[in-house]
């Protein structure tokens, strides 16, 4: 089978019921990026920051995995028999949805909305309740917990191994991704030129024209259309 890299941004996550970041209405509707999703945030005011990430945490536990997720989870047991470096599935989401709907491995290359991270010890605990300046570390016992995400301003996870499969692969997808945040932006460039690249998205992203071909409607339609269609080929 043909080696391909899967890119998923909150637009597979949006028929879920989990709010999506910069669409109209969006999270980035509601309060400054700049106030919840940077470290400096965090030194500033980090209730506020800790009250943004419990009720995000509180959402996802009270949604469920999609088909366009079973559908990816499907895809990826097809490669069960390849070799390991022959399936990539990378996120830009924090939810864990793609796990509950059959994922085993998924990058997170924004982290983990159900982990946190201390600063003292760097432990990440898994974590679905909520988290104050009060809670402790469970490995260290210190008060310095903080959300497991990246923020603006630090470096996405696994970037090695991204761009290592970006390079060999032969087929780059995209789906439901605003391709506006950089780096995962600039993975069709990565892959143009050697893979086949396709976006899957509600509507054409600002990068569309990169894209070799493009199929546009709700998720949980053309995530299982293309499923279908490429382990028929």
């Not at 796990?99 to 946190?116: D, I, K, Q, T, Y």
């Not at 990440?124 to 497991?148: F, I, K, N, S, V």
């Not at 569309?208 to 949980?220: Q, R, S």
Request: hydrophobic letters at 40%; glycine letters at 8%; aromatic letters at 8%.
């Amino acid at each position: 089978m043909k080696r391909i890299v899967i890119l998923t941004g909150a637009g597979i996550s949006r028929e879920s019921g989990l709010e999506t970041f910069r669409d109209e209405g969006g999270v980035w509707s509601q309060v400054k990026l700049e106030d919840v999703c940077s470290p400096e945030g965090f030194v500033r005011d980090p209730a506020m920051v800790d009250a943004f990430y419990n009720k995000r945490r509180r959402e996802l536990l009270g949604v469920s995995p999609n088909a366009a997720h079973q559908a990816l989870a499907e895809l990826e047991a097809a490669y069960s028999e390849e070799p390991e470096d022959a399936f990539l599935l990378v996120t830009q989401n924090i939810d864990d949805l793609h796990e509950r709907g059959g994922s085993r491995a998924p990058v997170h290359m924004h982290g983990e909305l159900l982990r946190l991270r201390c600063m003292n010890c760097g432990a990440t605990p898994e974590w679905t309740g909520d988290c104050d300046r009060t809670t402790r570390c469970p490995a260290c016992r210190e008060m310095t917990l903080r959300p497991d995400v990246v923020w603006f301003g630090e470096m996405p996870l696994q970037m090695e191994r991204i761009l290592r499969a970006l390079r060999c692969c032969e087929v780059f997808v995209a789906i439901g991704t605003s391709a506006t945040v950089y780096p995962a932006a600039g993975f069709v460039q990565e892959a143009s030129g050697h893979a086949h690249t396709i976006e899957l998205n509600l509507v054409p992203s600002g990068a569309a024209a990169m894209f070799d071909e493009g199929d546009y409607g709700a998720a949980t339609k053309v995530v299982p259309r293309f499923v279908r269609d490429f382990l028929a080929a």
